[in-house]
T-cell receptor, first 111, second 114 residues
Framework: QQQVKQSPQSLIVQKGGIPIINCAYE??????FPWYQQFPGKGPALLIA?????SEKKEGRFTISFNKSAKQFSLHIMDSQPGDSATYFC??????????FGPGTRLSVLP | DGGITQSPKYLFRKEGQNVTLSCEQN?????MYWYRQDPGQGLRLIYY???????QKGDIAEGYSVSREKKESFPLTVTSAQKNPTAFYLC?????????????FGPGTRLLVL
């Protein structure tokens, strides 16, 4: 119940495309859902985060869509660029507990 | 310039040797964490500390030890009991205690076995 499932494992899109990464969870007590971006050999960097009382959040070209009833949330990258090529992790946290991370999605944006 | 620093960037361990990875933060964060990342896998929690002089085991603490003598420092020792230590180690911190703030990560240390 503490797992966060993430798909796909890897994703290849053309420049300008809209990659979508999906995450699903079971624990309804999760109350905070961040996404992290990690470049090879670097630490993950916080990209965008959402709470379950909001269905969508946008920051620049990155959008989180949240479906509380389905217990799913997804990351959309608008007008993707080769510089967006990285591994993306979703995570979830229940207040008072540690974060649970998805296994990651490796995104490649072709020029 | 605030942030989390980890050193060294690369570390080599000989069999039977203990090695210590450094993590320092100047963000005035209460909580600090150590994660292990293996290729193609997510992050697994080794140890965490919510306050100075206190720390708890995470999911994969066997073969590791930590200390938290200062708020800004949380070193991780990989002991000889850890039989498969080759991995990328990430330190993180958060402003509040467990569960009350976003985690921010350091640049990582890659540990390799000779």
């Amino acid at each position: 119940q503490q797992q966060v499932k993430q798909s796909p494992q890897s994703l290849i899109v053309q420049k300008g495309g809209i990659p979508i990464i999906n995450c699903a969870y079971e624990n309804t007590a999760f109350d905070y859902f961040p996404w992290y971006q990690q470049f090879p050999g670097k630490g993950p960097a916080l990209l965008i985060a959402i709470r379950p009382d909001v269905s969508e959040k946008k920051e620049g070209r990155f959008t989180i869509s949240f479906n509380k009833s389905a217990k799913q949330f997804s990351l959309h990258i608008m007008d993707s660029q080769p510089g967006d090529s990285a591994t993306y992790f979703c995570a979830a946290r229940e207040r008072g507990q540690n974060f649970v991370f998805g296994p990651g999605t490796r995104l490649s944006v072709l020029p | 310039d605030g942030g989390i620093t980890q050193s060294p960037k690369y570390l080599f361990r000989k069999e039977g040797q203990n090695v210590t990875l450094s993590c320092e933060q100047n963000l005035n964060h209460d909580a600090m964490y150590w994660y292990r990342q293996d290729p193609g896998q997510g992050l697994r929690l080794i140890y965490y500390s919510q306050i100075v002089n206190d720390f708890q085991k995470g999911d994969i603490a066997e073969g590791y030890s930590v200390s938290r003598e200062k708020k800004e420092s949380f070193p991780l020792t990989v002991t000889s009991a850890q039989k498969n230590p080759t991995a990328f180690y990430l330190c993180a911190s958060s402003i509040g205690r467990q569960g009350s703030g976003t985690q921010y990560f350091g640049p990582g240390t890659r540990l390799l076995v000779l």
